[in-house]
């Protein structure tokens, strides 16, 4: 392999690297707020809106 | 996040963006080739950035650890986590660009150098780090044993960084952070503004990098929390 061979091999992965890090962090991000979503649009557990039965459901 | 965080962030992304494409220029058409080396040089304007990256980013994870300790506050487990992420990544990169210069130079991919080594081992123990979260189930268990191992992990950096002076390494010592010369009387000034606009190319990229990162912790915490409590 020549030297530029070398350097491109290294820049490309370098790159690649950020480039699908990043886009792993935006998919994720997607799944949660639809989680979130799906959450917020089904309705609240009878658990959740008494206060005295309110706490960790496990 | 507010309105006013995600304009910032989107700020610090275009800025990044900016300085990589300078940067990529600068190293890639402007600087000078090696004498010795040749073009191949050329890699050390990842590889330095990199492992500053990836440096920076484990003594965010050791700070946050300290705190979240300390306070027992989820914003500093949830900064801990987000940079020990990014800092598996950059410490990965640059073990791998530290091979592909290493072969046109050294003749060997890989050598079991004291420098290599202790890198590996860095990258190794934040790994551990990261099946840990992912393993233990119990969210305060998983952040107090992260926050632990995140501490001693980062004690590995300073063995790193001196390894190159207590034993007799093939990895060069620092030529540019010199205790006795100045950084542009040991570089020709393009290779120096070179390395420094990938510098803070890298800087800004890691910065944008985590405040996504941190947003996504928050979420996931919040997510989390209303499994646990329901909606507020």
Known sequence: MSHWGYVFLAYGIVWAAILIYLATLRSRLKKIEVELAVIDSSPEPEAARDPRTAGPRR | ?232
């Open chain 2, 1 to 232: 996040m507010t309105a006013k965080t995600g304009k910032a962030t989107r700020i610090l992304g275009a800025l990044a963006l900016f300085f990589v494409v300078l940067g990529l220029y600068w190293g890639l058409v402007m600087a000078p080739p090696d004498a010795y080396q040749g073009d191949t040089q050329r890699i050390m304007y990842l590889h330095i950035p990199s492992i500053l990256i990836a440096y920076l980013s484990f003594f965010i994870v050791f700070v946050g650890s300290c705190l979240f300790l300390w306070k027992r506050e989820r914003r500093d487990d949830v900064l801990a986590y987000a940079a020990a992420e990014i800092g598996v990544l950059f410490t990965a990169l640059t073990i791998i660009e530290g091979a592909i210069w290493g072969k046109p130079t050294w003749g060997v991919w890989w050598t079991w150098d004291a420098r290599l080594t202790l890198t590996a081992i860095l990258l190794l123990i934040f790994i551990a780090y990261l099946m840990l979260r992912a393993l233990i189930e119990e969210e305060d268990r998983a952040a107090v044993c992260g926050a632990i191992l995140g501490i001693i992990g980062f004690l590995d950096i300073p063995l790193i960084h001196m390894s190159v002076y207590w034993w007799r390494t093939l990895h060069q010592p620092p030529s540019i952070l010199r205790p006795d010369k100045a950084p542009w009387d040991n570089i020709h000034p393009a290779m120096l503004v070179a390395l420094g606009l990938n510098f803070v190319a890298f800087v800004l990229l890691y910065f944008y990098l985590l405040s996504r990162r941190i947003r996504l912790g928050e979420r996931q915490e919040e997510l989390r929390q209303r499994k646990l409590y329901g909606r507020r």
